[in-house]
């Protein structure tokens, strides 16, 4: 079975660009998590989904990042403009978002460097 | 609010060696979740386990066991005669059990580092 699938798995971009961020959830799950990751911060959750709506967003830093759902299959975490202080790994997970089993599942990362 | 405390930020053990790695966690919710992460120098994220708080039996998976105790919100994960792929961090992880909508919260990690 397909797990979390997100790309790009690294990324390199200069000061100022926009960076988009894709996640593939597993099939049949509601629930959509953005992670990030530091070494200062440790795991932080960024905005979270359920059936494509966003439910909490209180973990985006600021409005530069913005996160999309369209569809059940597929989300965008877009940072514009991108800052060296972005530079993190970004974990995208899903769950089945029902209440009996909430146990999430990562994707392996997508590795940000700005530059 | 919710809090998972993890006080090992760094652990080294030599293999074979038995290591538990502490949990502590707060929450007003009388019915949660609790979860082990484990995630290798590779750096993905493998879920472990989960346990829901009114099942308080201690779990025996293989080599790992996790200690349940809610009278001291604790929930001890214990790695016996650890071995070299075992080196990874490891985040304790709290949810809560209200809704679908509950955030899952995690622990800062403990590294652990096993020494052939």
């Known amino acids: 079975d397909a797990g979390v699938i997100q790309s790009p798995r690294h990324e390199v971009t200069e000061m100022g660009q926009e960076v988009t961020l894709r996640c593939k959830p597993i099939s049949g799950h509601n629930s959509l998590f953005w992670y990030r990751q530091t070494m200062m911060r440790g795991l932080e959750l960024l905005i979270y989904f359920n059936n494509n709506v966003p439910i909490d967003d209180s973990g985006m830093p600021e409005d530069r990042f913005s996160a999309k759902m369209p569809n059940a299959s597929f989300s965008t975490l877009k940072i514009q403009p991108s800052e060296p202080r972005d530079s993190a790994v970004y974990f995208c997970?899903?769950?089945?978002?029902?209440?009996?089993?909430?146990?999430?599942?990562f994707g392996e990362g997508s590795w940000l460097t700005v530059v | 609010a919710q809090k998972v405390t993890q006080a090992q930020t760094e652990i080294s053990v030599v293999e074979k060696e038995d290591v538990t790695l502490d949990c502590v966690y707060e929450t007003r919710d009388t019915t949660y979740y609790l979860f082990w992460y484990k995630q290798p120098p590779s750096g993905e994220l493998v879920f472990l386990i989960r346990r829901n708080s009114f099942d308080e039996q201690n779990e025996i998976s293989g080599r790992y066991s996790w200690n349940f105790q809610k009278s001291t919100s604790s929930f001890n994960f214990t790695i016996t005669a650890s071995q070299v792929v075992d080196s990874a961090v490891y985040f304790c992880?709290?949810?809560?059990?209200?809704?679908?909508?509950?955030?899952?919260?995690f622990g800062p990690g403990t590294s652990l580092s096993v020494i052939p």
């Open positions: 997970a899903s769950s089945t978002g029902q209440v009996t089993g909430n146990t999430i599942y």
């Open positions: 992880a709290l949810s809560g059990y209200k809704t679908s909508y509950d955030k899952v919260i």
